[in-house]
């Protein structure tokens, strides 16, 4: 089970911490993932992380204002974004997908697991 937190209403430029927590399963085993979906617009991979956190990967548009870490100690994993704008507006997923090597995943369709989103709106 994944359970997101963290979203929010925020101004353009504004910061927001979104996590997930993951329960069930050994949670460093798993590859792990933030999607996005806007309304009237297809799921779009953000940020995407490796299991032991050494690889990671970003979406373009947010590359050099987010960072995606995470704490398999606290089975947790994060998406810090800045300098927020307008158009990050939308419902925020995490994913996961057991992997036995250290793959960074940044399809949707790679991952086996979801949580239930958690709304970030910003407003100009």
């Known amino acids: 089970q994944l359970v997101e937190s963290g979203g929010g209403m925020v101004q353009a430029g504004g910061s927001l911490r979104l996590s997930c927590v993951g329960s069930?399963?050994?949670?460093?085993?798993?590859?792990m993932g933030w999607f996005r979906q806007a309304p009237g617009k297809e799921r779009e991979f953000v940020a995407a992380?490796?299991?032991?956190?050494?690889?990671?990967n970003y979406k373009e548009a947010v590359k050099g204002r987010s960072t995606i870490s995470r704490d398999n100690v606290k089975n947790t994993v994060y998406l810090d974004i800045h300098r927020l704008k307008p158009e990050d507006t939308a419902v925020y997923f995490c994913?996961?997908?057991?992997?036995?090597?250290?793959?960074?995943?940044?399809?949707?369709?790679?991952?086996?697991?979801w949580g239930q989103g958690t709304q970030v709106t910003v407003s100009s």
């Open positions: 994913a996961a997908k057991r992997t036995v090597t250290g793959a960074v995943i940044s399809s949707a369709d790679g991952y086996s697991h």
């Open positions: 069930g399963r050994t949670f460093s085993d798993y590859g």
């Open positions: 992380i490796s299991r032991a956190a050494t690889k990671v």
